[in-house]
C-alpha cells in the first residue's frame, strides 16, 4: 500500500487497494494499520473517482471514525457531487454503521439519494421504517416503488405493513411483481401469504393450471394481435419486469441468461418460459435463501462462497453477508426466475410486452 501511494501511478495504486479489498471482503472490522491514516488522506484528495472509492472501501473495514464521520457529512450534503454522495451512502449502509439509519430516513427526502436509501434501510432494523417508506409511496418513482417494495418485503414485521398498505389502496397490487412476491412468500409466514394471495393471486400454479395459461395466450398472441402492441409501453413494462435481471442488446441485469439471442420471435418458446421457469432449469440458476440474524430474508443467487463470507445477488442488490451473520441457507428446486411474472399484467399489457 505504501509503495502504490507513493508511486504516484494511479493504475497500481488502484490494483493493489482493489486486492486488498477483495482479500478483506466480508470479514468485519479489521485492526487499522499504523500508516492508514497517511494514505487514506492522499487517496481522498485524488483526482481519481476510483481511488477515492477504493478508500472508502477500507475505510469502512478499518472502521476509521474520522473517515466514517467526514463520509456521514457528504452523504448528507446536498451541495456534494451526487455520485459520490450514492458510494458514500452505500458504502455506509453495506457496513451497517451505527447510527446511520437515523440518516437513512431523513434521506428519504432527498431524490439524489433515495433510491440508495431506500435500499439502505433494509440493512437497519428498524420498526419506524415501514411507516416512513409507505407514508411517502405515492410520491415516488416507477422505480423507487421497486425499491421501496423490495426492501418491505425482506422483513415478517415490514411485509405486515406492506400487505395493509395493499388493502388500504395505498399500495396497488399491480405494482407488486412476481419477484417481490416470492420474496414475501419466502419470509415463511402463513397469515402473510394468505392476505398476500387474496390481493394479489397465487404464486405457484398447477402444470395443468400453467399449460391452460400456455394454450390460451399462444392462441391470444397471434401475429395480428402482435401487430397492434404498444412497443413503447412494451419496453417500459420489459424494463419493469424482466430488465433487472436480464440482458437484452447489452442492457440490464446478469442475474439470469441474456436473452437476446434467445428464440424470442417464438411466442410458445417464451411462455413455456416465463409461465413455467421451474420445468427446466440448471443448477446455476437455483434459487437460495439467506437468514441473518438480524431477521432479514434474502432470495437470490449465491454469486460466492468462502469460509468468511456468502455473496447473494438478486434483482435488486448485491449483498456482502459475513458468515457469523447467516442463520441459515437453504438451496430451492426451482428457479431464481419466479412463476406468476404474467400475472399482474392485463392481456393489453402482456401483448405490449410480447411485443
Known amino acids: 500500500r505504501k509503495i502504490g501511494i507513493a508511486s504516484g501511478d494511479p493504475s497500481l495504486q488502484l490494483d493493489l487497494l482493489t486486492g486488498i479489498a477483495d482479500g478483506l471482503e466480508g470479514k468485519g ?14 487517496l481522498n ?14 475505510a469502512m473495514v478499518f472502521d476509521d471514525r474520522d473517515a466514517i464521520n467526514a463520509m456521514r457529512k457528504l452523504a448528507n450534503d446536498e451541495s456534494a457531487d451526487i455520485q459520490e454522495r450514492i458510494e458514500n451512502v452505500t458504502a455506509l449502509f453495506e457496513r451497517r454503521i451505527d447510527g446511520f439509519g437515523e440518516d437513512l430516513l431523513k434521506l428519504l427526502d432527498d431524490p439524489s439519494v433515495r433510491t440508495s436509501a431506500l435500499r439502505g434501510l433494509a440493512r437497519y432494523d428498524d420498526a419506524r421504517s415501514p411507516d416512513e417508506v409507505l407514508t411517502r409511496y405515492q410520491s415516488l418513482s416507477s422505480s423507487e416503488r421497486q425499491t421501496a417494495l423490495q426492501t418491505l418485503s425482506s422483513r415478517k ?3 405486515g405493513k406492506l400487505i395493509d398498505a395493499m388493502e388500504q389502496s395505498v399500495v396497488e397490487p399491480s405494482d407488486v411483481t412476481a419477484f417481490v412476491a416470492r420474496q414475501l412468500n ?4 402463513r397469515d402473510l401469504s394468505r392476505r398476500f394471495a387474496a390481493l394479489w393471486g397465487e404464486l405457484r400454479e398447477t402444470p395443468r393450471e400453467k399449460a391452460r395459461q400456455i394454450k390460451h ?5 397471434d401475429a395480428s394481435t402482435l401487430a397492434r402492441a404498444d412497443l413503447v409501453r412494451g419496453k417500459q413494462l420489459f424494463e419493469k419486469h424482466c430488465a433487472t435481471c436480464h440482458t437484452f442488446f447489452g442492457t ?9 439471442g434467445a428464440q424470442r420471435t417464438n411466442v410458445k ?3 413455456e418460459n416465463i409461465i413455467d421457469p421451474s420445468a427446466s432449469v440448471a443448477k446455476d440458476y437455483l434459487m437460495q435463501m439467506v437468514q441473518t440474524d438480524d431477521g432479514r430474508v434474502l432470495t437470490g443467487l449465491i454469486e460466492s462462497e468462502s469460509e468468511q463470507s456468502i455473496t447473494i445477488v438478486n434483482a435488486n442488490e448485491r449483498v456482502v453477508i459475513p458468515i457469523d451473520e447467516v442463520l441459515q441457507k437453504k438451496t430451492s428446486d426451482v428457479s ?12 393489453r399489457e402482456i401483448r405490449d410486452l410480447f411485443g
Open 29 to 42: 472490522k479489521v485492526t487499522m494499520p499504523e500508516t492508514w491514516s497517511t494514505a487514506y488522506s492522499s
Open 45 to 58: 484528495q485524488s483526482s481519481s473517482r476510483e481511488l477515492r472509492r477504493a478508500g472508502i472501501e477500507l
Open 157 to 159: 414485521a415490514w411485509a
Open 186 to 189: 419466502a419470509l415463511d409466514d
Open 217 to 221: 395466450l399462444e392462441q391470444t398472441l
Open 252 to 260: 440490464g441485469g446478469k442475474i439470469g441468461p441474456d436473452i437476446t
Open 269 to 271: 418458446y417464451l411462455l
Open 336 to 347: 431464481v426466475m419466479p412463476n406468476g411474472l404474467l400475472e399482474p399484467l392485463s392481456e
